[in-house]
């Protein structure tokens, strides 16, 4: 194996990206560190050294076991790198999960079906004890006997 690796191919062949320009853009645009510095997607990497991967809302950290260039099958992947991601990271990315709908940005699109179940089931009258009762059609009589 090569003892170092350009970091935009190996975050394709380690796969943390699906495709090798989703790993060079997220390079560009600061989403990638390597102790603390952004790094351009040409920049080599050694093993050993932990890149850190912003994907929102939680930075993924990886310690770098093997530099590859060639993608890898998933069984392989634990022999690659070593996730060295922060419980505190996993801990967010299972609250913003719990809140779904309630944060939704504006513009980002219509409500799925599963969206859209959730906040009715979210404003049900019917949790709250304002049903419609069928039974008594009596109450609302108005005078006629």
Partial sequence: MADSARIDKWLWASRIFKTRSIAADACKNGRVTIGGVNVKPSRPLKAGEVVSVKKPPVTYSFRVLKCIEQRVGAKLVPEIYENVTDP??????????????????RGTG????????????????????????????DEFNFGED
């Fill in 88 to 105: 505190k990271q996993y801990e967010l990315l299972e609250m913003s999960r719990i809140s779904g709908f309630i944060d939704r940005q």
């Fill in 110 to 137: 219509r409500p799925t079906k599963k969206d859209r179940r959730a906040m009715e089931a979210f404003t049900d009258p019917a949790m709250f004890g304002f049903g419609i009762d069928d039974d008594d059609d």
